[in-house]
């Protein structure tokens, strides 16, 4: 089996993203810490007028993401919690980027496969049409936790690994 990921510069990340972005896609991002990756999709949105949804899975508890409520007697329905129903995005076209992801607990993470699969939550929610996925993720070396694998992978039109530094991110922005 051959490289599932694509090693491109920063250019080349500003150049997916804005695609990504345009076209309702999902982008599987792994690069290293403080090189920009953040605050290029944060800018490409704004160039798109998208609105952007940034979700920190590393500061929420898998019971933020779901909340088990009873709808009727003897009857349980998987619902959005307040701060999925307030966060997640209603417009088609909108932009939901989970930051960190492999810093999350292993719950929540699996949590999120199956809107990074389906684009649900529960069965309460279900994002809009168009709606770009964006998952940021540092290397596995600097992360301890297991690497994402091919099935889930293959959810993402692109996945690529950002091969910059903090340097070309500092020049990237002075040539701006």
Known sequence: MGEIYAEI????FIETVDYVIANGMRLYVEGPPGIGKTQIIQEASLRH??????IYPAVLDVGDMVTKI???LGEDHWAL???????FPREPGS?????EFRHAESA???MCYRYFQEGK???SYTSPPNTALIVISNPTEDVQTEELEGPLLDRFDFRVKLKTSVADFKQYLLER
């Open 9 to 12: 510069g920063i250019k080349q």
């Open 121 to 123: 939550i529960g069965s």
């Open 95 to 99: 932009v939901v980027m989970f930051d």
């Open 49 to 54: 007028n998208k609105k952007l949804v940034a």
């Open 81 to 87: 919690s307040e701060v999925v129903a307030q966060e």
């Open 108 to 110: 929540t993470r699996r």
């Open 70 to 72: 009873p709808i009727k």
